[in-house]
């Protein structure tokens, strides 16, 4: 069978880079993001004749100004990695009964038990703020963590990627949740929820210590994730280009990251196409709050060139399906949007074929962002997780925060 038009085209780059310097690994980079950025071209080429430049810059400015997104802080603190990567946390505490008085002791002395801690990981490229609605709503109804991924949001570069020149894993990831743990919730029972690369990061946590996921996790909630055969998924494009574009992205991108300097400086340039690309894969809705496309852009643009090549291998190498059995006797949600073109939402059903007990929401017209996209719909499924896990009383009142869609509804 013959080549496709792309096919051929980025083959014969990725063949030319090999003996050629860093512009034609550049010239390789423009047809790996042609290709990505066919989703997302036409609706910006429509912005751009209708909406001037200076006018687009402007409301960036105006969003980024006006927008509460990612506000909400909580106690600082620091864990340490293995190798010393320091992991950046916030905790959000349960004020006790009677205001900010010590808690009371029981009777004979006795401490009383310590409270679920739910602890939330976030995704590629995401920092801890990508869950700001459930962070909101859940504010003095139970204890919660949240941390940033090593080289992403407030955590340091990972040592051992800039010093020793280690791949970074996932099973690296699942490292760090664990270093978080000790340092944040040394004791009592655990809440897990990961989205995407975090999903991921639960499952690393459950492979290398599932000692730890049998004692003290009470409940495990995986948003927009897979458990493996990431490199299957086409991102809504034509299989033969995404083949082609795959064989030489990891190259590209390490060539990219090598330039990070001039690179940042051409993605500020290039805002308006990046924009469109961010948000056609991030949200499948029409009618998502420019503020809340704005603050995804934010978090993304923020992630430096070098992290994204750093990561990016990762995930064809990611298989956790065997560490999915650690979940089996607890409450599980496995929540993702229909039209997610990421981690599409078929992952997240092979994680429910293994785990049959685990409660499946499939959200129509959500994209990969569902916590952001339709928050109400997140929240409201992980209180009732929170709820059958005991986490919090039958009783408690957790509000809606937020709707950043019209359309938004139960799956």
Not at 26 to 42: E, H, M, Y
Not at 92 to 104: F, H, L, N, Q, T
Request: glycine share 10%; proline share 6%; with cysteine.
């Amino acid at each position: 069978m013959s080549e496709s038009p792309v096919e051929s085209a980025v083959s014969a780059a990725a063949a030319a880079a090999d003996s050629a310097g860093w512009r034609r690994a550049t010239g390789i980079a423009g047809a790996a993001i042609g290709v990505l950025a066919a989703g997302a071209a036409a609706g910006v080429a429509i912005e751009r004749m209708t909406v001037g430049r200076g006018m687009r810059a402007k409301a960036r400015l105006a969003l980024d100004s006006a927008g509460p997104y990612g506000a909400l802080r909580g106690t600082p603190g620091k864990a340490y990695a293995d190798d010393g990567t320091e992991l950046y946390y916030e905790v959000d505490d349960v004020e006790p009964e009677g205001g900010s008085a010590p808690r009371r002791r029981r009777l004979f002395g006795r401490k009383a038990p310590a409270p679920v801690t739910v602890v939330f990981s976030h995704g590629y490229c995401l920092n801890q703020d990508c869950w700001h609605f459930q962070r909101a709503a859940l504010r003095g109804v139970v204890r919660t963590v949240h941390w940033d991924q090593r080289s992403h949001g407030r955590s340091g570069r990972g040592v051992a990627q800039t010093q020793e020149d280690t791949p970074l894993t996932i099973d690296q990831l699942g490292q760090d949740l664990k270093a978080v743990l000790d340092a944040a919730v040394p004791e009592g029972p655990i809440v897990l929820v990961g989205h995407s690369m975090g999903g991921m990061t639960v499952m690393a946590l459950a492979a290398q210590y599932p000692e730890l996921i049998r004692d003290r996790v009470v409940a495990t909630a995986f948003v927009g994730t897979s458990s493996g055969r990431l490199g299957e998924v086409n991102f809504g494009l034509p299989v033969a280009g995404v083949n082609a574009v795959r064989r030489v992205l990891p190259g590209v991108l390490k060539a990219l990251g090598q330039r990070a300097e001039l690179v940042e400086k051409g993605r500020r340039a290039t805002a308006d196409l990046f924009a469109g690309i961010i948000k056609r894969y991030s949200f499948a809705s029409r009618d998502v709050d420019p503020a809340i496309a704005r603050f995804a852009e934010r978090m993304i643009e923020g992630t430096p060139i070098d992290v994204v090549a750093e990561f990016y291998p990762a995930f064809t190498d990611h298989d956790k399906t065997e560490a999915l059995a650690c979940f089996r006797d607890m409450p599980v949600l496995v929540l993702a949007g229909v039209d997610d073109l990421v981690t599409p939402s078929e992952h997240s059903e092979a994680i429910a074929d293994v785990l049959p007990d685990a409660e499946l929401v499939l959200v129509p017209d959500a994209g990969h962002l569902v916590m952001l996209e339709h928050p109400e719909v997140v929240t409201d499924r992980l209180a009732d997780l929170l709820t059958r896990a005991g986490a919090v009383p039958a009783g408690a009142t957790v509000k809606g925060y937020g709707s950043t869609s019209s359309t938004a509804q139960p799956g």
